[in-house]
């Protein structure tokens, strides 16, 4: 495994650590990355600092701001000349990406079958098992999607 690689895993890891208190992650998500802070002792001890540091937040009580913070209600007019030196801009911004489109060259169909069929190497065997294990435990549990009706015989409209 190289530097860069295990790096890029890590930056994912304390990524996904970061979200984890919120309850942000998917299962899959939640579940790599509980199987990279088991592997990788810098991102455990990260994740743990995350979320005390977290904990410690939600446990503090209010204070209020020693001074008043108010926000100008009064709309600022922009002069005319302002005004078109930003309709310029995006016209200008617009050009541009039409030109570099009209140069793209377009994808041929046989290329994109031969990318979609190369699995990525960089996934490390870890992350694949738990993919597979989370696939098998779906197929196992009949509370995969307890808010799909089932495809038994019968359910179909007729």
Not at 35 to 41: D, K, L, M, N, P
Not at 72 to 84: M, T, W
């Amino acid at each position: 495994m190289t530097f860069d690689l295990r790096r890029d895993r890590c930056d994912r890891a304390r990524a996904w650590a970061a979200l984890a208190p919120d309850g942000e992650l998917s299962q899959l998500e939640r579940r790599l990355l509980d199987a990279h802070v088991a592997r990788c002792a810098p991102c455990r001890f990260f994740a743990g600092e995350i979320a005390a540091i977290a904990l410690e937040l939600r446990d503090a009580a209010y204070e209020a701001p020693g001074r008043l913070v108010a926000l100008p209600s009064v709309h600022v007019r922009r002069s005319v000349y302002a005004r078109l030196r930003a309709a310029g801009a995006v016209a200008a911004v617009a050009a541009m990406a039409v030109g570099i489109a009209s140069r793209a060259p377009l994808p041929r169909e046989e290329d994109s079958r031969a990318q979609l069929a190369v699995p990525p190497a960089h996934v490390e065997a870890a992350e694949l098992q738990t993919i597979r294990q989370l696939r098998r435990e779906a197929l196992l549990t009949a509370q995969a999607y307890p808010d799909r009706p089932a495809r038994a015989f019968g359910d179909q409209p007729a």
